[in-house]
């Protein structure tokens, strides 16, 4: 069931470092954060990229409200990759991305390795 809110919680699990805490934020990006919620949990490999790390994910949408700089602690969908993007530093992106939320804490990213294991779930 999707919620109705406009701040959705959400834990990103990363296997055998912990946990990130963060929100869906549907103003940001409210088509690209409902298909989203549709598809919780998702799971997939890290890839690292400048600034923070993404993983593929089961959706094709195209942009909404795009941005190519980003804070800190931003989390986006890109496009290009169909992946979901986890920033733990402000960072000007290769291609745009529609910002679908933020996380905290998230220096733990910092030690993700590629193809780590990690879970999106809502709460």
Not at 71 to 95: G, K, M, N, R, V
Request: charged letters at 15%.
């Amino acid at each position: 069931m999707i919620a109705q809110s406009s701040r959705i919680p959400v834990t990103i699990v990363i296997q055998g470092l912990g946990e990130v805490t963060g929100e869906f934020v549907r103003f940001r990006a409210p088509r690209t954060v409902d298909a989203l919620l549709r598809r919780l949990p998702l799971e997939g490999r890290a890839a690292l990229l400048k600034g923070g790390i993404y993983f593929p994910v089961p959706l094709q949408m195209g942009l909404e409200k795009p941005v190519r700089p980003v804070a800190s602690d931003t989390i986006a969908y890109w496009p290009l990759s169909s992946a979901l993007c986890l920033f733990y530093e402000a960072t000007a992106t290769y291609s745009p991305v529609s910002v679908v939320g933020h996380a905290t804490a998230t220096n733990v990213l910092r030690a993700v390795q590629a193809d780590t294991l990690l879970s999106v779930v809502e709460g």
